[in-house]
């Protein structure tokens, strides 16, 4: 039985447990037809034609957790942001653990999607913004179909939160292999700041696939820092969908950091509804062994005078593979713009490889766009400049790979994350610099 | 003049009529409409080709029967129907002249209004002029120059009966059969074309050049040329197009296979400015053409394009650099206006070692026109020390109009070096106000900065061609570019 023909009947199972006349259940209802009538994406599609989902579809997945498992705090502390004070949802094999998490409903709601979904309480919000800017791709489709669980976040106006939110996603691996699909919400009213960290942590060997969606709404002035850690182990496959809705004098900004894993995908969408919008798009991507990373971004211009920033660096050794593909998408009404796209890359290894696809289009004439692509190496002057000042080649290699990932690691805002991911990148390049950039 | 606007220039481009419509009164053998085995083997027969010519025609067309036509690009149109086209059209005054004096006047006419004469051509440039009226090739001039350095060139029928080796060697070694949908139906109902050989040493010493034109109402046009640089020769390659007013949609797919030896040097420069169709977006030329280019060793394929006709484009004029230290160089211009669209843009397969790249694209949308660019750059494992670097600009006019970039760009080796960057913008008001200062009206000033825009590509067409695409740059966009 092939993974689609298993979530198709495990759904009818699912559909028993549920609310049938809940409006939730008409998206779903939806969803697993779209998802019926798509099928998983395959390498002839143009947004796939550099990433297979062939090997990753392979295994046995068990979609629901047969039971519930519990993590110590020491043995998962290491994952969480410790040294600072953050609120935290954390799932357990996609269940909400509330031994681990910290949440509120103290002049804002940090809390689950589960209850919004069932309280009376959440009702005007879910409806207002639940599955609106999603996409109806076979993937988003088979989340909002299964989607039960996840983080729900809601900012009221003129609210500042006061302390980042972080949304760990653990995956124990009691299962051979487990397939997850967290949902998570994320509406910031106006002029409300919002941080938020966003992991998943597989702590086995056993395959881990998870499917993840994520909607952002920002109102008027709302301010929203969004981090992706992706540094999950080797066997864990991560497909993430972020759909980012801008109302008019918002600044979003995404920061994508992968590092770990073995197949992942983001599928990062913003649009622009409103007049003088901000997007901010970072990413680093280090990869070794035969780890695979795809971004897939699309910034869609509707409202004039709005801007969009992507940078995206990239660093590839031994079997890698990294595939950019940017779009910057802008509608006629959108005048005065300033888009900016920028992928660089470093070949390290004769086997790594790179595909980057960075497309414009644009149907505005008023408009300042532009974007770059480069693929090279470490300048090898700057190499000999470093070593003939006393610094060993591995140290002057390492040296020249933060300086060329600095430009997005300064527009962390958050100072023991930065710290953190400082410590992840040298790990990731082998090297102890003693000091912190 | 001073109170010229940029939207007083945009309704005076849109309706602007195509200059060079008019049609030629030639009587004309057509073939019945329609496409099956027997028109292949009909127009095989009609020029009385060999055995293995027929079967390789036949061959495409089977090929061609089980293909579907492509949908990926960013153009729409109502697809042309297959069966209702003729594919066989020549003019039936046929002899070969030696001297310009024997053409048909009612044809000198023609190039005359196009202002291309032969006489000024010939006192002008030296060029040979290989004239391609509808099919089949009624003129070649300076035939007997090139023949003392040893070079070829000829249209493809006569090289087919004259040097069948050559032919049957290189044809289809770059772009086979197979490769597309339009190179297969190419391949297997091609009319004529040109053909060229530069033996090995040998340094072409003039240009060549190719006028084609869409003449009989209703015919598709199948071309196919072959340019072979043998080993250190150089040759530069012009082709430049007009085709006269058609409210139908008239079919252009040609094939067009460059092969550069071990250090030749082939520059390919093409002006096109097939009928792009009336301000409402009617009629026009469809232009469904591959063109591909393979250098060995040390040699160099050079592409120059300047876009500015047919209702539909759709062509990636590319270079497989499968010898070490080989370069390829693509420059282009693609102006679309009205309801014309353009997908065009380059190949570059690196597969050499130190094997270089340049692509600089310019594209200018105006009206409610589409321009996109679409282009790959290759690296294989392989390829040591590889180098591209490409640039596309583009230019709007008219917020109805739109401007894409699809660069594909894929890597497999660390030494590569590789560069993409691409700007989109419109002409800045400051930049006319600056001329304006200068006393330069709005019209002129456009023109001027349209001009500089595009400079890097002009400078790259040989000088006698320069003219011409500066002439066919004011006919799409304005009256007084330069």
Known sequence: MSLKEKLLSSYLAFEDHLEVDSPIHDLRTQAIKNFEDLGFPTKKQEAWKYTSLKTLLKPDYSIFPKKENTLELKDVKKYFLHDVDTYKIVFVDGVYSSFLSETTHDGMDVCLLSSALSKDKYKPV???????????????????????????????????????????NF????????????????VVEENAHVQIIERHQSLSDNAVFTNSVTEIFAEKRAFVDYYKIQNDRISASLIDHTHIK???????????????GKLIRN???????????????????????????????????????CESHQDYKGIFDDNSTGVFNGKVYVEKEAQKLDAFQQNNNILISDKATINSKPQLEIFADDVKCSHGCT???????????????????????????YAFANNVLEGVKIPELKRRINKLIANKIGVNLGFNL | MGKFTEDDLKKELETKEYEYGFYTDIESETFPVGLDEDIVRAISAKKNEPEWMTEWRLEAFRIWKAMEEPEWANVTYEKPNFQNISYYSAPSTKPKYNSIDEVDPELLETFNKLGISLEEQKKLAGVAVDIVMDSVSVATTFKDTLAEKGIIFCSISEAIQEHPELVKKYI??????????????????????????????VRCPMELSTYFRINQAGTGQFERTLVIADEGSYVSYLEGCTAPSRDENQLHAAVVELIALDDAEIKYSTVQNWFPGDKEGNGGVFNFVTKRGICEKNAKISWTQVETGSAVTWKYPSCVLKGDNSIGEFYSIAVTNN??????????????????????????????????????????????????????????????????????????????????????????????????????????????????????????????????AQKLLEISLEGSVG
């Open chain 1, 171 to 186: 995956a124990t691996g009691n299962e051979a292999a487990m397939l997850l699909q967290p949902r998570n919400l994320v």
């Open chain 1, 267 to 305: 599928n990062l969408n913003f649009y622009q509804h409103g007049e003088r919008c901000d997007s901010v798009l970072n990413g680093i991507t280090i990869l070794e062994g035969k780890q695979h990373v795809d971004h897939n971004t699309l910034v869609h211009h509707i409202a004039p005078n």
């Open chain 1, 246 to 260: 801008q109302e008019r004098d918002s600044i979003c900004k995404v920061h994508t950091f992968s590092f770990g």
């Open chain 2, 172 to 201: 289809g070694s770059v772009v086979p059969q197979k490769d597309n949908f339009y190179a297969a139906l190419n391949s297997a109902v091609f009319s004529d074309g040109s053909f060229c050989y530069i033996p090995k040493g």
């Open chain 2, 339 to 468: 309801f014309q669209q353009a997908d065009t843009g380059t190949k570059m397969i690196h597969l050499g070692k130190n094997t270089r790249s340049t692509i600089i694209s310019k594209g200018i949308s105006a009206g409610k026109s589409q321009n996109s660019y679409r282009g790959l750059v290759k690296i294989h494992p392989r390829a040591e020390n590889a180098r591209n670097f490409s640039q596309c600009d583009s230019l709007l006019m008219g917020n109805k109009c739109g401007a894409h970039t699809f660069p594909y760009i894929e890597t497999n080796n660390k030494t590569a070096q590789v560069e993409h960057e691409a700007t989109t913008s419109k002409i800045g008001e400051d930049q006319i106000f600056y001329c304006n200062q200068r006393g330069i009206d709005t019209e002129k000033a456009i023109a001027l900065i349209v001009n500089g825009f595009s400079k890097e590509v002009l400078n790259k067409l040989p000088m006698e061609f320069a003219v011409e």
């Open chain 1, 375 to 401: 693929i090279g190496q470490l300048d090898e002057d700057a190499l000999f400049y470093l070593r003939s000042r006393g610094i060993a080649k591995k140290e002057a290699r390492a040296l020249l790979m």
């Open chain 1, 126 to 168: 879910i409806e207002a913004y639940y599955n609106k800017v999603a996409q109806e791709s076979s993937l988003t489709s088979l989340n909002t179909a299964f989607a039960k669980e996840g983080a729900y976040i809601y900012i009221p106006k003129h609210t500042e939160v006061e302390k980042p939110i972080e949304i760990i």
